[in-house]
């Protein structure tokens, strides 16, 4: 659609740590580019400031898009906190840009404010997590992924380290890239200890739950068919818009086998014909394992929890404005 008369209001949310250097540059020629347009852009770092003027400004139908200055986590924490229907997009800042990348948004912010504009949008569905803390039950939504196991692990500590940087005072140190995961990489190779994970599919025609792997040892979920910095293939079948969640379990038991996936999928594209291996579709799963060792998981490259957990599918959640 065109841009509509009545919906004046462009909403920039920043997020201060995303990608290696700050955004407020290429944010400010983004909100220059705008109000040259004619919009009326408001530039926020605040999330809570943000998520209340941008749903008060859709139901009013005056925002034309709320922008996220960052990754797939900044993405996310947009959408946990908005209203269903509220226009989002992405200005790529963070160190993850799957999404981005699966709708080819530009990079460059003159190109991106002419795609606010034109306001074509999709409607995708997104994930709901189910977990506990400390038992207390939460909920969190995801856009493209959720993990479990050793790469979870990897963004624990790549998250860890980004939080002791910031609260010492190293602003920028704070900002991390993909040198920032090699020592989180290389700690996480001789401490981790993999185990087995159990993946459970709900099974509407017989109303119950079933047992599709119990000795997993990665699991993944997928909205989109992206996975890490390249955009990995790991689950070829997925599409944002289908009601369904796509899962990939492995059942190799070392980094070793960890490498040997990756390549299949990156150089092959056949990693789904390898031992051990096995995808599949639902709505809804249950992942645990009876490990004494807890199994942390990990959504959209930001830390989850430890499982277990439950995932289902959330139909056309998000709007989301991209590319004619």
Known sequence: MEQNASRKTVIISINPKAGRTSPMQRAESLRHYLAEKGFDVQLLTDLN???YKANQLHRENA?????GVGGDGTAAALLNLTDIGVPLTLLS???ANLLAGHFRLSLKPKKLAETIAQG????LDTGLVKFNVDGEQKERQFLVMVSCGFDAAVVNGVHSAREERYKAGHK????????SYIKPICKTLFG?????IKVESFDKQKNDWEIIDSKAKWAFFLNLNR???????????AKGDDGLLDRVSMRGGSVFHGFLYTAFAQWFGNHRFLPGVKLG????????SESEVPVPFQLDGDPGGVLPLEIEVIPNRMTFIVPK
């Open 227 to 237: 996975y890490g910095w390249s955009g990995l293939s790991l689950a070829p079948f």
């Open 93 to 95: 800042a963070g160190t």
């Open 63 to 67: 925002l034309q898009a709320l922008v």
């Open 120 to 123: 074509n949008t999709a409607v």
């Open 49 to 51: 400031e943000v998520a």
């Open 192 to 196: 981790y200890r993999f185990t087995n």
């Open 172 to 179: 920028k140190g704070a900002h991390i890239s993909q040198l």
């Open 281 to 288: 579709q639902a709505e809804r799963y249950r992942i645990s």
